[in-house]
């Protein structure tokens, strides 16, 4: 069963990280480990996954949507692009205020030369749950430029 369907059956996959992500020969990319798939009526709020990949609703304690597994995505985006994540804290208090504080903390190192397309990609999915891309579909991430 493919993500899309998962959000459509009414699961979200609550833990989207690098470690859970293979890339097949076809470029096609496939997501392992469904230990923490949980159906939306008994997800566990943000008591599961790993810390610097939640989003500010799930540090929050407020009802875990699909748009969190688009935050999750913007994270791992950045930790691909600049080699390291973009709220990483000597300790989980540390990355869960960065995480709260997103407007302020998100910052793109000039060494890491990632181009205007990206880093706007980014940032629309390291926003606000309201504003994030893919609140309306896989499609708007897939026209962005």
Known sequence: MGH??????????????????????????VLIDFGLAAKLDTALKGKCGTRGYWSPEMVKG???????DW??????????LVGYPPF??????????????H??????PPEASLSPEAVSLIRGLLTDRERR?????????????
Not at 133 to 145: N, Q, V, W, Y
């Open 88 to 101: 990483y804290g000597d300790d989980s208090l540390i990355t869960c205020r960065k995480i709260l504080c």
């Open 103 to 108: 407007h302020e903390s998100l910052a793109f």
């Open 133 to 145: 891309l893919g609140r309306h579909g896989a499609d708007e991430i897939k026209s962005h430029p």
């Open 62 to 68: 407020d009802q875990y949507l699909y748009s969190g």
């Open 4 to 29: 899309t369907a998962l959000h459509e059956k009414g699961f979200v996959y609550r833990d989207t990280k690098p470690a859970k992500v293979l890339i097949k020969d076809n470029g096609y990319c």
């Open 71 to 80: 935050w999750s995505l913007g994270v791992m985006l950045y930790e691909m």
